[in-house]
């Protein structure tokens, strides 16, 4: 939704993000996935019922979740019934097709009921809620799953007009705008990591019942689920030898398993990148084009700004050739096999002239500068750029507050020399404790924007099971 510069604001908004609920829904006993913790959901809950209870200076609130909010990607779902799965799909689980994204919505609902009962309270007291898609959630593309959300919440709202309660729940694909007020995304699209093509329309090139997969989700479904000990989050400073000494500790049979699982990943990666370029892509551009059209007419904000919108995303890495190879290490791997082959035939030739023990050395100090550069071309978080984007958006969009989630990890930045404000929401993603050394704990972090005698504010609060919402510092 958004909402005209010209209107007079009569909301208050609470925002939050990348609560990742069934991130652990598990059918298969091979694979681990790290537990969700059991709290988390509880104060959800909590600060859910809180805000549906307080007036804000509004009307009413209207709750946005900035992405992320289901975890379809996260989950390993199996449906041995269904007789349409691709050999890929009977491999890792239930992909993102509408049919399967409504699967995995259900168990999410059953898994969930507490936090479902809260959102449903919430907005059966008249308040209304935006769901901005996420990379994690942009099954939110197919109207059926929409649909099943909807009808979700509405099971648990009580005695409230049906009609009304299903119209103050809605959707956006791309971004939310308070005309000057506020412009809130999930972030995703200037992560190359996780950008997609097009964002308004996500599917598949080769199979338009499907939602294009990229890079992040290629290499979770093939490499990262099904490899035991093996994290989603925390590759941003491992290098190759982390890699390795992770390998040695599965064992040689382990070891191999993992290599084989990196080299399908591989293969399937280069397939993606195939299909960037070919006629089916050319189409879904020109469908893209034509509801960027659409929206841009529909929002009043005008195509000239939507495309300059649609130019601060970043390319997806399966479009680039060397954005695999630097993203998969795969150039460090060659770099360092080359030295290797070059200092194993000057050692061999040092033992007749002795004089290339010097070409050795100049080998050794080329490797050196080589990786090091490559290593820092290697940008796995995305922190930076967003922040540097959401300064261009606050100038397109004009609006005091530039708010995304996406990296999970909350912050406060002022930009464009202090006209406006980035804020990132971080995260409602808690695993339990104790499940691993490094068990995360979320911030609990949400944001309230209202407006007070025409002047924006915004408040990033934390949430606390025992006093509330108190000042994140």
């Given at each position: 939704?958004?909402?005209?510069?010209?209107?007079?604001?009569?909301?208050?908004?609470?925002?939050?993000?990348?609560?990742?609920?069934?991130?652990?829904?598990?059918?298969?006993?091979?694979?681990?996935?790290?537990?969700?913790?059991?709290?988390?959901?509880?104060?959800?809950?909590?600060?859910?019922?809180?805000?549906?209870?307080?007036?804000?200076?509004?009307?009413?609130?209207?709750?946005?979740?900035?992405?992320?909010?289901?975890?379809?990607?996260?989950?390993?779902?199996?449906?041995?019934?269904?007789?349409?799965?691709?050999?890929?799909?009977?491999?890792?689980?239930?992909?993102?097709?509408?049919?399967?994204?409504?699967?995995?919505?259900?168990?999410?609902?059953?898994?969930?009921?507490?936090?479902?009962?809260?959102?449903?309270?919430?907005?059966?007291?008249?308040?209304?809620?935006?769901?901005?898609?996420?990379?994690?959630?942009?099954?939110?593309?197919?109207?059926?799953?929409?649909?099943?959300?909807?009808?979700?919440?509405?099971?648990?709202?009580?005695?409230?007009?049906?009609?009304?309660?299903?119209?103050?729940?809605?959707?956006?694909?791309?971004?939310?705008?308070?005309?000057?007020?506020?412009?809130?995304?999930?972030?995703?699209?200037?992560?190359?990591?996780?950008?997609?093509?097009?964002?308004?329309?996500?599917?598949?090139?080769?199979?338009?019942?499907?939602?294009?997969?990229?890079?992040?989700?290629?290499?979770?479904?093939?490499?990262?689920?099904?490899?035991r000990g093996m994290r989603e989050h925390g590759h941003e400073q491992l290098g190759i030898t982390d890699y390795l000494a992770f390998g040695a500790k599965l064992g040689l049979s382990g070891m191999l398993a993992l290599l084989t699982r990196y080299v399908r990943a591989v293969v399937e990666l280069f397939k993606l990148r195939r299909l960037h370029f070919s006629e089916a892509a050319k189409a879904l551009r020109e469908e893209h084009e034509r509801r960027k059209a659409l929206f841009g007419e529909a929002s009043r904000i005008g195509m000239d700004r939507i495309r300059a919108l649609a130019a601060l995303q970043v390319p997806p890495l399966t479009r680039s050739i060397h954005g695999i190879m630097a993203s998969l290490l795969l150039d460090?791997?060659?770099?360092?096999?080359?030295?290797?082959?070059?200092?194993?035939?000057?050692?061999?030739?040092?033992?007749?002239?002795?004089?290339?023990?010097?070409a050795c050395l100049a080998v050794i100090v080329a490797w050196l500068v080589a990786h090091r550069h490559l290593t820092k071309l290697r940008h796995v978080d995305a922190a930076d750029e967003m922040s540097i984007r959401a300064g261009h958006l606050a100038k397109l969009l004009p609006a005091a507050f530039v708010v995304m989630g996406h990296t999970h990890t909350p912050a406060t930045t002022p930009i464009n020399d202090g006209a406006s404000t980035y804020i990132n929401l971080g995260s409602w993603a808690e695993e339990e404790p104790g499940e691993s050394a490094q068990s995360y704990t979320a911030a609990r972090t949400h944001l309230v924007i209202h407006v007070e005698n025409g002047e924006p504010r915004a408040e990033l609060l934390a949430w606390d099971s025992t006093t509330g919402p108190k000042r994140f510092r």
């Open positions: 939704m958004v909402i005209p510069s010209s209107s007079n604001p009569r909301e208050s908004l609470l925002v939050f993000s990348d609560v990742h609920l069934g991130s652990d829904v598990n059918d298969r006993p091979t694979t681990e996935l790290i537990r969700r913790s059991s709290r988390i959901d509880a104060d959800l809950a909590e600060l859910l019922r809180h805000y549906a209870e307080q007036k804000p200076s509004g009307d009413r609130w209207r709750l946005v979740i900035a992405g992320d909010f289901i975890d379809f990607i996260g989950m390993v779902v199996d449906d041995p019934k269904n007789e349409e799965l691709t050999s890929e799909e009977r491999e890792h689980g239930l992909g993102n097709s509408s049919e399967h994204a409504r699967i995995k919505l259900r168990r999410v609902a059953e898994r969930h009921t507490d936090v479902f009962e809260a959102l449903a309270e919430f907005v059966a007291r008249g308040h209304a809620l935006t769901l901005v898609h996420g990379n994690h959630d942009v099954e939110f593309h197919w109207d059926d799953v929409k649909k099943d959300f909807r009808e979700y919440l509405f099971q648990h709202a009580g005695d409230v007009d049906r009609a009304e309660f299903l119209a103050r729940i809605e959707f956006n694909p791309w971004f939310f705008y308070w005309g000057t007020v506020a412009y809130i995304e999930h972030g995703h699209q200037y992560d190359s990591f996780c950008a997609t093509d097009h964002i308004i329309a996500p599917v598949s090139p080769l199979d338009p019942r499907r939602v294009a997969r990229g890079f992040s989700d290629t290499l979770l479904r093939f490499v990262v689920r099904p490899t460090r791997l060659a770099l360092g096999l080359m030295a290797s082959l070059l200092l194993v035939t000057f050692g061999i030739l040092c033992a007749y002239q002795s004089h290339f023990f010097y």
